[in-house]
């Protein structure tokens, strides 16, 4: 939030410049480091603050605040009614969820984690996704189903699965996954607002890091509508001219640092942070590979038949004259999530990801 | 929001039947009926006999009012069943034999009260007052379904067994949430209480002491599979007191029992004791669909056993011989019946042609870039093929 300074003249261009020194540390006063969980947690708040429709439930996010505390402090300043533990059954709970949106609320769900929201395939596919539909509008479905996902953190099994492909498989849901602390306030803010069903994916391995961001700056960002919207809206998180890196959430920070690496080989790489995907945005990416003209698309979950095979399918289809090289992708391997000691060779890595670079037929001296 | 714990709950209803709360949440030892299958009121039964498990005659004219619902229903049935073999209809799940069921489950519900049907409760859901081609509009293959749910307070007719449980749950909690009175009928048959949802949504509305009635049709089959292949428990009523609410077996095919058991259930729900369970023992008279063949799972010896248990007839002698159907009444009903299937006639034979933008239109509140493009794509195609033409 950089502050806006008004100079009306010369004469007191020196008052001026004081003044945006002052507002300038005004703003920095209200910028802190907060973690992603922080800002999931507040956009939470901030949204059952304004509406009275926004309840969560789920597995442990009452008393205990979720396992990953996300919803830490909700049951306490909200009530039991607001934030509240339910029985321990996925299904009972996207079901009950259906039911609230049909009449009047907009529940915020939480699965404990991505491979204990299979119990619930069956309410997110036949139902979430096709309500709206087959009803032809009359019974929209406003809710929002958080899962926390992919890996990186050592965890056992049944606990690391990329699983977005299914969801956005799915017409009728919407697919958003933030990678930046700013991102995890505004989607959610975003998610919890839509009309439309939101598969609300965070990924896990980022919600312990920190970004110096104004959360209340943010509040107010989102609710005089001073933002933009991210549905739709794939964000260039760095600009490059050579190639393009396509990630979303937990590998678009292995992107950029696989950017930052590139850069120093003098190798100019733009890094587009999908954001939503679904809806995806073809614009933007296609933009990007057009100017460049070469591409990587980097996703955890295994390549074949997914969200990563889909977006080289779509650039493909819409940049094929301005491609110099085939698409590549770096993924995950097709094999089920790893043991812990094992996901090292497994996930996406820096190291990977510039071998593929290496490989999009450079001209000789390139 | 009543703050009152579900535990608590079922003690202050069961001291009030002077009984434990184990004996409130089991079913009576048999299941209430109250007219023999002659039509007769039954002696024993004119109440059930067992505390807590009493059950007053409904007034005549409710009686009267859920009869002429009782024989549109198994007009309505015969007609639609006709016109599927005429090939007017793609498909009609029949209740023909269940009517009385579905009248009853339609009949027990105040305005506000939701109920959540399956592809097999047409007849209920006309009788909640859904306007009949509505309701045909998802059979004849127009689209998925044809009324507003907010509307009529009744939830599209669920194909996936008992996941709409979870939905009857779930409203009902809203409504509770909001200090609303608002009572949920869910339904399901027999074969869906081996579902996973049926489980999770009858414990979900336990916990929260939610106004669910939870309406089981049992109609013997699953399709092909009997009962006997589903549960070995000792009636699928008592398992509610493994959830810890209050569960009760009644005749499926006696209209006023079913009226004094949902009718009790609706007003307990109401006044905050938690969910209820109540089985319905009925038969499906007809096969599956117009797709099954039921000679192959069933005998005909069976089918003839229960034709003798005809819902239809067994009320109409027991009005008739009460004194509560004159002539005129009986036409008047008569005539009733043959407008609604005359009116199902007319739509069915009108010509409908779905408009094929429909089909991006409504995947999302607003139609994504992607809906878009395809939208664009399927209307350059027809234009083309139009333009062949």
Request: charged share 20%; hydrophobic share 40%; proline share 6%.
């Amino acid at each position: 939030m950089s502050p806006t300074v008004t100079t009306s003249s010369a004469a007191n261009g020196n008052v001026s410049a004081a003044t945006a020194a002052a507002a300038a540390r005004t703003a920095d006063a209200g910028t802190q480091p907060v973690t992603f969980a922080k800002a999931l947690n507040t956009a939470l708040a901030d949204s059952m603050a304004l509406e009275e429709s926004v309840l969560v439930f789920g597995e442990d996010v009452g008393v205990l605040g979720g396992v990953f505390r996300i919803t830490d402090g909700l049951t306490k300043r909200f009530g039991t009614g607001r934030c509240f533990d339910t029985p321990l059954a996925e299904s009972g709970i996207v079901g009950m969820a259906i039911g609230m949106a049909m009449n009047g609320m907009r529940p915020v769900i939480e699965m404990q984690f991505d491979a204990f929201a299979y119990p619930a395939f069956e309410q997110i596919a036949s139902h979430v996704a096709k309500m709206h539909n087959r009803t032809k509008g009359k019974m929209p479905l406003p809710m929002v189903i958080r899962i926390p996902y992919a890996g990186g953190i050592g965890g056992v099994e049944h606990h690391c699965d990329s699983s977005e492909s299914y969801y956005a498989h799915t017409p009728g849901l919407k697919v958003f996954t933030p990678a930046t602390v700013r991102d995890a306030y505004l989607m959610l803010r975003e998610a919890i607002d839509s009309p439309d069903p939101v598969i609300f994916m965070e990924p896990k391995k980022l919600y312990w890091t920190k970004e110096q961001v104004d959360l209340e700056a943010l509040r107010l960002s989102h609710e005089t509508d001073a933002v933009p919207p991210t549905e739709g809206r794939a964000a260039i998180a760095r600009s490059g001219t050579d190639a393009t890196l396509i990630a979303y959430g937990p590998s678009v920070s292995t992107a950029m640092a696989a950017a930052e690496a590139a850069a120093l080989e003098g190798r100019s790489l733009e890094v587009i942070d999908v954001r939503t995907i679904v809806p995806l945005d073809d614009a933007t990416i296609c933009a990007s590979v057009r100017k460049t003209g070469r591409a990587v698309v980097i996703a955890e979950a295994p390549g074949f038949a997914s969200v990563s095979s889909e977006i080289v399918a779509r650039i493909q289809e819409r940049c094929f004259h301005s491609l110099a090289a085939p698409v590549l992708r770096v993924t995950g391997f097709d094999t089920p999530y790893p043991a812990p000691k094992l996901e090292k060779y497994y996930l996406p890595s820096v190291d990977r990801i510039l071998d593929a670079v290496d490989a999009l037929q450079w001209e000789e001296g390139a | 929001m009543t703050t009152t714990e579900p535990r608590d709950a079922i003690e202050q209803v069961s001291s009030k039947f002077g009984i434990t709360p184990e004996d409130y949440m089991l079913p009576a030892r048999t299941e209430i009926h109250m007219l023999d299958i002659n039509g007769k009121l039954h002696p024993s039964g004119q109440q059930g006999a067992e505390p807590g498990h009493e059950y007053p005659l409904p007034s005549p004219k409710a009686l009267v009012d859920a009869y002429e619902q009782l024989v549109i229903g198994r007009r309505v049935n015969d007609q639609n069943s006709a016109l599927v073999r005429q090939g007017r209809m793609a498909v009609y799940p029949s209740s023909h034999g269940q009517e009385a069921c579905q009248v009853a489950a339609a009949l027990c519900l105040g305005e506000d009260d939701w109920m959540f049907p399956t592809y097999r409760d047409t007849v209920a859901v006309m009788a909640k007052g859904v306007a009949p081609m509505e309701v045909m509009a998802g059979f004849r293959g127009d689209w998925h379904s044809g009324y507003d749910p907010k509307q009529y307070k009744v939830s599209i007719q669920s194909t996936p067994l008992t996941t709409q449980l979870l939905h009857a749950v779930g409203v009902a909690h809203a409504a509770k949430l909001r200090g609303e009175d608002t009572v949920v009928l869910a339904m399901c048959g027999d074969g869906a209480t081996s579902e996973g949802d049926f489980h999770e949504a009858l414990n979900f509305a336990a916990v929260f002491n939610l106004p669910v009635i939870f309406f089981v049709q049992n109609n013997q089959y699953a399709i092909s599979v009997p009962l006997s292949q589903q549960s070995v428990a000792p009636s699928l009523a008592h398992k509610a007191v493994g959830y810890g609410m209050a569960g009760e077996r009644v005749d499926g095919n006696d209209l006023v029992a079913l009226l004094a058991v949902l009718g009790r259930a609706v007003r307990l729900a109401r006044e905050g004791n938690g969910p209820l369970l109540v089985e319905a023992h009925t038969y499906r008279m007809q096969a599956h669909t117009n797709a099954d063949d039921a000679t192959r799972y069933r005998e005909d010896s069976e089918v003839q056993g229960w034709i003798a248990k005809d819902p239809v007839t067994r009320m109409r002698t027991y009005l008739a011989d009460a004194g509560l159907l004159p002539q005129d009444t009986e036409e008047r009903i008569a005539a009733h019946a043959e407008a609604v299937a005359k009116n199902l006639r007319d739509g069915m034979n009108s010509e409908n042609v779905p408009d094929p933008a429909d089909l991006f239109a409504h995947v999302y509140s607003t139609p994504t870039t992607q809906m878009a493009e395809q939208a664009a794509m399927l209307a350059d195609e027809l234009a083309r093929e139009e333009d062949a033409k």
